[in-house]
């Protein structure tokens, strides 16, 4: 089986900073694409940040130049850095992990539990 943990949520202030982490642990073979998702109240669940195993990042326009996605591939953990938070970016942000597991054939995509960012004065 295959976990995702992820911490570093919480209340901050307009113009303040976050840093989330997700730890993936398990049977893992490969992981191919790490990223984070964020579902504000009332709104779909949308891409915030996504990087694969070669390094390329994709953002959504909304946080680019805000925010920046990192990995660190031998502790299979991803980190958001989110800078200069804005109102809008409140929202419940989860963890999306696709790799391979041991001994099985094809990819597989997991998620975290969802860690809650809140912005506001």
């Known amino acids: 089986q295959v976990q995702l943990v992820e911490s570093g949520g919480g209340l901050v202030q307009p113009g303040g900073s976050l840093r989330l982490s997700c730890t993936s642990s398990?049977?893992?073979?490969?992981?191919?694409?790490m990223a984070w998702y964020r579902q504000a109240p009332g709104k779909q669940r949308e891409l915030v940040a996504g990087l694969t195993s070669g390094g390329n990042t994709n953002y959504a326009g909304s946080v680019k130049g805000r925010f920046t996605i990192s990995r660190d591939n031998a502790k299979n953990t991803v980190y958001l850095q989110m800078n200069r938070l804005k109102p809008e970016d409140t929202a419940v942000y989860y963890c999306n992990t696709d790799l391979q597991r041991v001994g099985r054939i094809g990819r597989d995509t997991f998620w975290g539990r969802g860690s809650q960012v809140t912005v506001s004065s």
């Open positions: 398990g049977s893992i073979s490969r992981i191919y694409v």
